[in-house]
């Protein structure tokens, strides 16, 4: 059961009802997260703008995914592994792609580095060797990437985390992280 309620966007004061409706007009619907952080304008806004701010840098749609699932799995959050296996589907990852990355693993040898570095990260609480930046950037990354890859598991940190917290209801097709290996 959820623990933290969610906004009924028809009730919402008018500012977070008009943030609520341009994300609707957006992408069809109000996902049940931000209809909880509009408990919070501030958390709702704050995860907005750096979601905006990350998604316009120079990874690609599909890999800001996979770092996602991988996120998603390394903290076992199964709404963050159920939205972004919707969401890797319309970035163009097959679906045995998407259960790989949830593992840390991918087929590609580039985003199989990034996600590695993602992974060690999360696990590591942000500490990484020298070792494991010169292994992300060997397989082609630049210093520009590697502090976006950290930007989109911070992001991807605080999802897990509100998620976990507010035991969010999973509106997307549900993807349970129990079954995959970490």
């Known amino acids: 059961m959820q623990r933290i309620p969610q ?3 028809a009730k919402a004061p008018a500012e977070v009802a008009a943030t609520l409706g341009v994300i609707k007009s957006k992408i069809g619907k ?3 997260i931000l209809k909880t952080m509009a408990q919070a304008p501030a958390v709702l806004n704050s995860y907005l703008a750096f979601s905006g701010a990350i998604g316009a840098g120079k990874l690609s749609p599909a890999l800001r995914e996979q770092l996602a699932l991988v996120t ?3 903290n076992s959050c199964d709404y963050c592994a159920s939205a972004h296996s919707a969401a890797g589907k319309i970035a163009g990852l097959a ?3 998407i259960n790989r990355n949830l593992a840390g ?3 590609d040898a580039r985003a199989k580095a990034a996600l590695a570095f993602a992974r060690k990260l999360v696990i590591n609480r942000g500490v ?13 990354f630049t210093d520009e990437d590697v502090l976006e890859i950290l930007g989109n598991v911070a992001l991807n940190l605080f999802t897990n985390y509100f998620n976990h917290l507010a035991a969010t209801d999973i509106d997307f097709p549900r993807v349970e992280t129990a079954s995959k290996e970490h």
């Open 7 to 9: 906004v009924d966007p």
């Open 95 to 97: 679906p045995d792609e």
């Open 30 to 32: 109000v996902p049940n």
């Open 105 to 107: 693993e991918a087929s």
């Open 128 to 140: 990484v060797s020298d070792a494991e930046i010169v292994a992300v950037k060997s397989a082609g």
């Open 72 to 74: 998603a799995g390394a």
